[in-house]
């Protein structure tokens, strides 16, 4: 019923961009904490950035903050992420997510706080 695509991956030089995009379905969208997750090669999940589809607040993860951005098309259920000034250690499988009540509490950080999982993208960042 649920389904989240990620779409926007590939393969870019250190310095560059991506935008990301993840189009969500089987929900209410308006009313969902969405959020981006990433898995480096060998380690373990952890959060990328969350936005509150109600009222459009974001939250970040101190290494992207600055360079990543997240936001929403209302009217697409699509959540995006910009990623400006890439690095080699922004290599990643990166997950959308969605829960209805994550960033209400101090767990929107937390992947066991999210219901709903794409399927994952990979971005490759070159030095």
């Known amino acids: 019923q649920v389904q989240l695509l990620e779409s926007g991956g590939g393969s870019v030089q250190a310095g560059g961009s991506l935008r990301l995009s993840c189009a969500a379905s089987?929900?209410?969208?308006?009313?969902?904490?969405m959020g981006w997750f990433r898995q480096p090669p060998g380690k373990e999940r952890g959060v990328v950035a969350v936005i509150n589809t109600r009222n459009s607040r974001t939250y970040y993860a101190d290494s992207v903050k600055g360079r990543f951005t997240i936001s929403q098309d209302n009217a697409k259920n699509t959540v995006y992420l910009q990623m400006n000034s890439l690095k080699p250690e922004d290599t990643a499988v990166y997950y959308c997510?969605?829960?209805?009540?994550?960033?209400?509490?101090?767990?929107?950080?937390?992947?066991?706080?999210?219901?709903?999982w794409g399927q994952g993208i990979q971005v490759t960042v070159s030095s």
């Open positions: 997510a969605a829960d209805s009540y994550a960033c209400y509490s101090d767990s929107w950080s937390s992947v066991g706080a999210y219901n709903y």
């Open positions: 089987g929900f209410t969208y308006s009313r969902q904490c």
